[in-house]
């Protein structure tokens, strides 16, 4: 096994570690696994806090700071935090104002933050909800009662998170993550299988001169598996499956995201290609972000996601932005 640790149990704790010594603006609690933006609680704003299995970097702590997430909780790799972690994320940046739980369709990441959602409630704490479910590739997977929640993960907590910082209500902040998720979808590709720090090995079998098509972020099964296909026929095949789901009759934001092992320079390439099928089926592009945003530890392979926005989302996609993993605008 060649990977940059030092075992597989402090991995988790050695990554936050770091991740305070090079973000000062963050209070990173090691012990207790959550990260906080430095000037939380922000009078008379609504707090964001999401959260799920480590192994998704910069998701979710990446995205935490001004205009985006108020908090995170890191759980260990590929396994939902727990619920106390949840409720001290919201306590440590509650201003009064309520907190809204950005949470993917994951089943433990569900259960976990319904529960933290009563404790947080019983505690005096304002909670929304809203899941995202924007993968189209599969209805059910090992991990899933319906669609799986990847990219537009991102989309929800950037739009919400502008909105919060511009003091938006909880109603309002809620009710915009849960349009960005209904506009949005999402289809991956699977070039090579990951490796858990405490498996060592891949952690399933994808043949050479193989992909994965339709693959999850945590490397479940999609919706079947070729030859190795051109970077042109994979974005033919992504995102006309996500076309086949949705018809934008708006501009689309577009995220092209690496799962984690494929460089920039495919990135951008294969960029190219998403953008000439976009073109081909009359789909206008209002912005388009490349890079490894959610991934899965090592996979090599992508994911292509479209969210249709009117002229407010794009306005809040726009808004400023301070984060490790994300910012523009400051």
Same mark, same amino acid.
């Given at each position: 096994?060649?990977?940059?640790?030092?075992?597989?149990?402090?991995?988790?704790?050695?990554?936050?570690?770091?991740?305070?010594?090079?973000?000062?603006?963050?209070?990173?609690?090691?012990?207790?696994?959550?990260?906080?933006?430095?000037?939380?609680?922000?009078?008379?704003?609504?707090?964001?806090?999401?959260?799920?299995?480590?192994?998704?970097?910069?998701? %979710?702590?990446?995205?935490?700071?001004?205009?985006?997430?108020?908090?995170?909780?890191?759980?260990?790799?590929?396994?939902?935090?727990?619920?106390?972690?949840?409720?001290?994320?919201?306590?440590?940046?509650?201003?009064?104002?309520?907190?809204?739980?950005?949470? !993917?369709?994951?089943?433990?990441?569900?259960?976990?933050?319904?529960?933290?959602?009563?404790?947080?409630?019983?505690?005096?704490?304002?909670?929304? !909800?809203?899941?995202?479910?924007?993968?189209?590739?599969?209805?059910?997977?090992?991990?899933?009662?319906? /669609?799986?929640?990847?990219?537009?993960?991102?989309?929800?907590?950037?739009?919400?998170?502008?909105?919060?910082?511009?003091?938006?209500?909880?109603?309002?902040?809620?009710?915009?993550? /849960?349009?960005?998720?209904?506009?949005?979808?999402?289809?991956?590709?699977?070039?090579?299988?990951? &490796?858990?720090?405490? !498996?060592?090995?891949?952690?399933?079998?994808?043949?050479?001169?193989?992909?994965?098509?339709?693959?999850?972020?945590?490397?479940?099964?999609?919706?079947?598996?070729?030859?190795?296909?051109?970077?042109?026929?994979?974005?033919?095949?992504?995102?006309?499956?996500?076309?086949?789901?949705?018809?934008?009759?708006?501009?689309?934001?577009?995220?092209?995201?690496?799962?984690?092992? &494929?460089?920039?320079?495919?990135?951008?390439?294969?960029?190219?290609?998403?953008?000439?099928?976009? #073109?081909?089926?009359?789909?206008?592009?209002? %912005?388009?972000?490349?890079?490894?945003?959610? &991934?899965?530890?090592?996979? #090599?392979?992508?994911?292509?996601?479209?969210?249709?926005?009117?002229?407010?989302?794009?306005?809040?996609?726009?808004?400023?932005?301070? &984060?490790?993993?994300?910012?523009?605008?400051?």
């Amino acid at each position: 096994m060649r990977m940059l640790i030092n075992v597989a149990e402090t991995v988790v704790a050695d990554a936050l570690r770091g991740m305070a010594a090079a973000h000062p603006e963050l209070t990173v609690d090691v012990e207790n696994r959550v990260i906080v933006r430095r000037d939380a609680p922000v009078a008379g704003r609504v707090a964001l806090v999401s959260g799920g299995g480590s192994g998704h970097e910069p998701l %979710h702590g990446g995205f935490v700071g001004p205009g985006m997430l108020s908090a995170a909780c890191p759980g260990e790799v590929f396994t939902s935090p727990v619920p106390d972690q949840m409720v001290r994320a919201a306590a440590a940046v509650d201003s009064g104002a309520g907190v809204l739980f950005i949470v !993917k369709n994951y089943t433990g990441d569900v259960l976990n933050f319904d529960m933290a959602a009563e404790l947080a409630e019983d505690e005096g704490i304002r909670v929304a !909800k809203v899941l995202v479910d924007d993968d189209v590739a599969v209805t059910d997977s090992l991990y899933t009662a319906g /669609r799986r929640g990847t990219g537009a993960t991102l989309f929800v907590e950037k739009i919400a998170g502008a909105a919060a910082e511009e003091g938006q209500p909880l109603e309002r902040v809620e009710a915009l993550a /849960r349009q960005v998720n209904e506009r949005s979808r999402s289809f991956g590709v699977a070039l090579s299988a990951c &490796t858990t720090p405490a !498996k060592g090995s891949p952690t399933f079998d994808l043949p050479a001169g193989e992909l994965e098509l339709g693959v999850g972020i945590h490397g479940e099964p999609g919706r079947e598996r070729r030859p190795m296909m051109t970077s042109g026929e994979i974005a033919d095949f992504a995102v006309q499956a996500i076309l086949d789901d949705i018809t934008p009759r708006n501009p689309v934001l577009v995220l092209v995201n690496g799962m984690g092992a &494929t460089p920039l320079l495919e990135l951008y390439g294969f960029n190219a290609e998403v953008q000439r099928v976009l #073109a081909q089926r009359g789909v206008v592009v209002a %912005h388009t972000l490349v890079g490894n945003y959610v &991934t899965s530890l090592d996979m #090599a392979g992508a994911s292509v996601t479209l969210c249709e926005v009117d002229e407010e989302l794009l306005r809040l996609w726009n808004a400023p932005v301070k &984060t490790a993993g994300l910012r523009w605008g400051v």
